[in-house]
């Protein structure tokens, strides 16, 4: 068995003391992410030979973090979107971000229950937010998939999935957990490759997938300055917009899955300086389009969405820039890390309904622009020192993030005709314009003890230009009882910001009276405003389990609870009533919900190259504690398991199952029409099974190939909009893959 990282401090006390004063002054004079020295990270290797183990690296240790290889991916490629792949790993679905089921089929990543917003994307540790520039609906919900697909799957050299307490370090927005995909970097000799895929579904009412990658990389001066560049073309055709007509009610068009067309380019220059330092300068340009089938929202039809749907136009594209510089350094106190990022993303849409029963709808075939910029700078530095008997890993960090939207499309619902609220302007006379500011600071120690014991407390403080400070302690514990087990634990309070509609006072949605809370009469319209006086969502974070580990052999089980209070949705007491009736609400800080499950996996070399792999989720409750609804409808359990077989070193096979436990609607009526009779869909999802199958042959180190089948017994779902019925699950697939290489 290999060494436990929680004792490889050994020779550390030959390294002189260092305080924490030094580290500070350091801060901001190197950046540190995954550089290499002599073939190894700079945060395990120093000057001298002793290994370092950063706080944050010793977290990646916990039972809450899963990790995806390239080698996995290519096993079972997606047929577009990396959360094909996610959705695999404990703890992790897709959901849309409320209970609703509206948006059905852009699902997101969803981890451990606690809703898509609460899950941060990040791509080689720089967050992405393009989803923030997508108007966020009356309920919760977004006309988005999500940020996992801004990277091709073939540029990915593996994902980290991070849960729990773990996630808390990462700031605002990681509260259900963090998922970090890191992409693959510059080699040391001239090379590239090309990848064609295809993904072709038996039904031809479902749509099918191409995607094309080109890689190169290399160096330019030999060991000073390298390159990256990579380009890819995906497109995913439209389900069929009749797809669904059979099995929703007669009075709907529930709309099957949107096509997807994207199309992006990244270059990456790395320019090690010596050994010990290195700068990156990275620049990205990504295109992502949907291809219409149909309302997503409330599954209304018009003349208009039935002739986009029909002709299978685009009807919003997301066009986002990336730009990223970065300095990696290690030094003689430790190491350190300083990033400066900069995105942009614009989102282009035809107009939506603001308002009632078409809110989402197309109503004008004129695109609008919505701006999003995003800054930030990030720095670092490590230390490390022995105290008496423990030994010590200390990070000092800071972090300052800035983001600025321009969106007037979204801001352009008038009031009723002769209603008047104070404080609420003109469309025409209404600043698009809105931003906020987020710095904080942080700091953690990994203290290893004499007696196997990994201790990891933190705290980050943060202060939000709109809703002022926030502390966020944690502490993990990591206990080895003997050569194989493990004890691991920890506890965190996370939190999240509101976001930029919801704190924005100039943010109009309005019902004329279906919409309307129960909470008022049962008479007139209903208005909802931004909230510029929000507080942050929080949550506490616990998670507590068993690890084994021997050779090759590893299980273990986790039990998990947030506790979570002042989740931000829309109110259901009016603020105020309007000189003609209506009721005026504005988004509001919700009491408390609970999110508690258990996970667990279990890896059994049957052979030496015959390999079964599971895991498990099960959700012990999910719920608001005021309405007792879940936050996001999700399975009931879910369980992953695979056999690899790797039949020799040129040919491997891979069968996988993932089953689905039953998925429940919401019970509680929100709004009038809920109320009505009939009004409350209660149709449920029961328990189903995913099987795959594929096979891959590596004719040599220029070509191989790998062929599958996903869904092989053709378990279909049809979206009906009711209930829990709210995606579709597509049938059974064939895809191939082929990958030249030079």
């Known amino acids: 068995m290999k060494e436990s990282k929680s004792h490889r401090f050994t020779d550390t006390k030959r390294i002189k003391h260092k305080t924490l004063a030094v580290s500070i002054m350091m801060l901001f004079m190197g950046y540190h992410n995954q550089a290499i020295v002599y073939g190894a990270p700079i945060d395990e290797v120093d000057d001298i030979g002793v290994i370092r183990v950063t706080a944050e690296e010793e977290l990646k240790q916990s039972l809450g973090v899963s990790v995806i290889t390239s080698e996995d991916i290519e096993k079972r490629p997606p047929a577009n979107d990396l959360s094909e792949l996610i959705r695999t790993m404990p703890g992790v679905n897709l959901t849309g971000n409320s209970a609703t089921g509206q948006r059905g089929n852009n699902r997101q990543i969803d981890i451990r229950g606690m809703g898509p917003e609460n899950t941060l994307i990040m791509i080689d540790g720089k967050p992405v937010s393009s989803r923030n520039s997508i108007r966020y609906g009356w309920r919760g919900e977004r006309d988005t998939r999500g940020d996992s697909n801004w990277v091709p799957v073939e540029e990915v050299e593996k994902i980290e999935v991070i849960r729990g307490p773990a996630a808390a370090r990462y700031g605002s927005n990681a509260a259900g957990g963090v998922v970090n995909i890191i992409t693959k970097k510059t080699s040391d000799q001239f090379k590239g490759s090309i990848s064609w895929h295809i993904t072709q579904p038996e039904d031809s009412d479902e749509g099918a997938t191409q995607r094309g990658v080109f890689h190169l990389s290399g160096p330019m001066v030999k060991d000073k300055l390298g390159f990256r560049l990579y380009g890819s073309f995906n497109k995913t055709d439209a389900d069929s917009p009749d797809i669904n007509a059979k099995y929703a009610p007669a009075d709907t068009t529930a709309a099957g899955r949107e096509g997807v067309e994207n199309k992006d380019v990244n270059g990456l220059l790395r320019w090690q300086i010596t050994p010990d330092h290195q700068v990156d300068l990275e620049a990205g340009f990504s295109r992502q389009g949907n291809i219409y089938t149909g309302d997503s929202q409330n599954s209304n039809s018009s003349a208009l969405t039935e002739s986009l749907a029909q002709a299978g136009r685009e009807t919003n594209r997301m066009y986002r820039e990336n730009f990223a510089l970065s300095y990696n350094g290690t030094w003689g106190f430790g190491t350190s890390k300083l990033i400066m990022q900069y995105d942009r993303t614009k989102n282009s849409r035809m107009k939506e309904g603001l308002a009632g029963g078409p809110e989402g709808q197309i109503t004008d075939e004129k695109f609008y622009d919505n701006l999003l910029k995003n800054y930030r700078i990030n720095g670092e530095a490590n230390t490390d020192f022995a105290l008496g008997a423990t030994d010590h890993v200390v990070t000092v960090g800071a972090e300052w993030n800035k983001q600025e939207l321009q969106d007037s499309a979204s801001l352009a619902q008038a009031l009723a005709a002769g209603d008047f609220i104070a404080g609420v302007a003109d469309p025409a006379d209404r600043d698009p314009n809105t931003d906020y500011t987020l710095w904080g600071v942080y700091v953690e120690d990994n203290i290893t003890l004499p007696t196997k014991t990994t201790i990891i407390p933190g705290i980050r403080f943060d202060h939000d230009s709109r809703l002022g400070s926030n502390w966020t302690p944690s502490l993990n514990i990591f206990q080895h009882l003997g050569p194989y087990f493990t004890i691991k634990g920890g506890i965190a309070r996370a939190f999240k910001t509101p976001n930029l509609y919801q704190s924005n006072a100039n943010y109009l949605l309005f019902t004329r009276g279906n919409g309307c809370s129960l909470q008022v009469g049962s008479t007139g319209s209903c208005y909802l405003l931004g909230n510029s006086d929000l507080k942050a969502e929080t949550s506490v974070n616990k998670e507590l389990g068993i690890q084994f580990e021997k050779d090759e052999w590893a299980a273990s089980i986790a039990w998990f609870r947030n506790d979570y209070k002042n989740k931000i949705v829309a109110g259901i007491e009016a603020i105020e009533v309007t000189n003609k009736g209506n009721y005026v609400f504005q988004w509001r800080n919700a009491k408390k919900a609970v999110v508690e499950g258990l996970e667990g996996n279990i890896t059994i070399p049957i052979l030496s190259n015959l390999k079964w ?130």
């Open 613 to 742: 792999i599971s895991n498990f989720t099960y959700m012990i409750e999910s719920k608001d504690k005021e309405t007792n609804d879940p936050l996001s409808i999700i399975p009931e359990y879910t369980v992953n398991s695979s056999l690899d077989w790797q039949v020799n070193d040129k040919f491997s096979t891979m069968l996988t199952l993932t089953n689905y436990g039953r998925q429940k609607p919401r019970e509680h009526a929100n709004s009038r029409i809920e109320n009505k009779e009939g009004g409350m869909p209660q149709d449920e999802v029961g328990s189903y099974s995913l099987v795959g199958i594929s096979a891959g042959y590596t004719f040599d180190k220029y070509f191989k190939v790998r062929a599958g089948i996903s869904n092989l017994f053709d378990k279909q779902l049809y979206r009906t909009s009711q209930g829990a019925q709210s995606y579709n699950e597509p049938g059974r697939a064939y895809y191939l893959t082929a990958t030249l290489s030079f």
